[in-house]
């Protein structure tokens, strides 16, 4: 690789690389180099140079750059779609897809983040009357962004674009299952944005790699990923105090009412559990409907997912496991949930099974798997309580909403949940009772589509919010300022004040204060407490 395929500075290449290959077959595709400390750095240190210059730029000069990456992006449309599908497995559709959502975040933050992140006056109070007190949101420096591999493009879009519109600049480190992607971004970007190389830096590798960006210096670092990986990079940041905005997945839950349009419910299940063979951090992993219309959901969902067929061809639902070893992960979820006693009308995590009816669903094996569909699952089984991150979905039957509410509070995760009902107005306020992140009403994963959005969980689903108005002021650090107008009356902040004008003044603060507390200041007679009255304190005040 050389330093334009990269973004990054450095000498010489390094000797290790690694190859990603199709997950689907097996298939080299490319080799790309192992990043080390040694070439980190100086990524790092190449970002702040630009984003010095970057920073210093007026919003609306940093709106046009990140709008000419975007429309680069949208003219380039098909061969990041086509890399994504190359890395990952997914139907070329589902890249175009998420390719898609990524632009319409990243014109969000690119107009919007003038707006949000501009001086703001705030009021003062009395004490300090006479100064003018206001917020700026000032940008960080350098973020550094550990990128996953199931949504290369659109996750880490939610930090990159954010970052680079709230005026830092970024160095990306994309999933070592992805990398071409996110090399392919650094090189659109360079091509769109040539007066700003190495803003936006990539640097490629594994672990090591990620542990070398947490270690580098940068001013916060945004991860997505496993929580047990987000905890090890958190030990890391927290030797030098680094910021981290943490995004760990979720074990999503979908409520269902005895009202609810059952036949929209069931394609929202199938779709949002199916939907990339699953493999989706706000994806449908848990299903709680009440006991009255759980059979009839179930029967439908069967009869949806029963016709999806994994694969690689044009008629194929959803591609492979693109991660070695995740199918393992749903096996054993799987068999343990029926080993516990669940059911199961759709589905066997063994590739040679044939999701009947047909020979036309039969999965292809490998790192294929084919539709799963549980039902009464106990809730202490993983398939309830990890995230199994497959195509696989559990249905179970519970007596009433407030149940339904309980056992989806209970997970350890908290990023998304759907409601379905019949009342949109009903549906709401089962959403205000969840602790999820994001919740969409009688849709699944609404919220992805709203760039004004924030997005984020709670609890293993991590913490910080990218997206929206926050997500800008995320990468950003708030400074407060005040200038004084005038000379205070009496100042408190002065050894040369009077201490009796000091004490006037502290006497007329406390009895402003006193008057206000209570109901209006007034005995449930309605006679005033206290013996003072304004005029009484105003004259004994400060002059």
């Not at 199931?150 to 600049?169: K, Q, R």
């Not at 979908?254 to 939907?275: M, R």
């Amino acid at each position: 690789m050389t330093d334009t395929d990269t973004g990054t500075s450095r000498k010489a290449p390094p000797t290790a690389t690694f190859t990603s290959r199709d997950p689907a077959t097996g298939r080299p595709l490319a080799d790309h180099p192992v990043h080390g400390p040694e070439d980190v750095a100086p990524a790092v240190e190449r970002g702040r140079a630009a984003g010095a210059r970057w920073a210093a730029r007026p919003a609306a000069r940093r709106r046009g750059h990140l709008l000419s990456w975007k429309r680069l992006l949208a003219a380039e449309l098909d061969a990041v779609a086509a890399s994504v599908a190359a890395e990952t497995g997914k139907p070329l559709q589902d890249a175009e897809l998420e390719v898609l959502l990524a632009l319409e975040h990243l014109s969000w933050a690119a107009r919007n983040a003038g707006r949000v992140l501009r001086r703001r006056r705030v009021r003062t109070g009395l004490p300090a009357s006479n100064q003018a007190a206001s917020v700026v949101h000032r940008p960080l420096g350098v973020v550094g962004v550990i990128g996953p591999w199931n949504y290369p493009v659109y996750t880490p879009m939610g930090s990159i674009g954010y970052a680079l519109a709230a005026g830092n600049a970024v160095v990306f480190k994309p999933s070592e299952y992805t990398p071409g992607t996110g090399v392919l971004l650094a090189r659109l970007f360079d091509a769109a944005v040539p007066d700003f190389a190495g803003l936006f830096t990539v640097v490629t590798g594994a672990a090591e790699t990620g542990a070398a960006l947490a270690a580098s210096g940068v001013d916060k670092l945004a991860f997505t990923g496993s929580p047990g990986t987000a905890r090890k990079v958190m030990e890391v940041c927290a030797r030098s105090l680094t910021p981290f905005l943490a995004e760990c997945g979720g074990k999503d839950a979908v409520l269902v009412t005895a009202d609810a349009d059952l036949d929209a419910a069931a394609d929202a299940v199938v779709w949002g559990a199916l939907g990339n063979a699953g493999q989706t951090c706000a994806g449908v992993e848990r299903v709680y409907a009440v006991r009255a219309v759980h059979a009839q959901l179930c029967d439908r969902v069967v009869e949806r997912a029963r016709l999806l067929r994994p694969g690689t061809g044009p008629d194929a639902a959803y591609g492979p496991m693109t991660m070695p070893g995740q199918s393992d992960v749903v096996r054993r979820h799987v068999d343990a949930a029926l080993a516990a006693g669940a059911g199961a009308p759709l589905g066997d995590t063994d590739a040679s099974a044939s999701p009947e009816p047909s020979d036309a669903a039969k999965p292809p094996g490998g790192p294929f798997v084919a539709p799963v569909v549980l039902v009464d699952v106990p809730e202490d089984c993983p398939a309830m309580t990890e995230e199994t991150f497959g195509p696989t979905v559990a249905i179970n039957a519970v007596a009433d909403v407030d149940e339904a509410v309980r056992r989806a509070n209970a997970s350890r995760y908290a990023l998304g949940a759907a409601v379905f009902c019949g009342s949109r107005r009903e549906g709401a306020a089962i959403a205000s009772r969840l602790r999820a992140g994001a919740v969409s009403v009688n849709s699944v994963l609404g919220f992805a589509a709203v760039p004004a959005l924030p997005f984020g969980g709670s609890g293993d689903s991590g913490f910080g919010r990218i997206h929206g108005a926050e997500g800008l002021r995320g990468f950003t650090a708030p400074q407060s300022v005040t200038v004084r107008r005038f000379a205070p009356p009496v100042d408190l902040t002065s050894f040369a004040t009077p201490a009796a004008a000091k004490a006037r003044a502290v006497a007329l603060t406390r009895w402003l204060h006193t008057r206000r507390c209570g109901v209006a200041g007034r005995t449930r007679r309605g006679t005033r407490r206290g013996s003072g009255s304004p005029r009484q304190a105003s004259s004994s005040g400060a002059r």
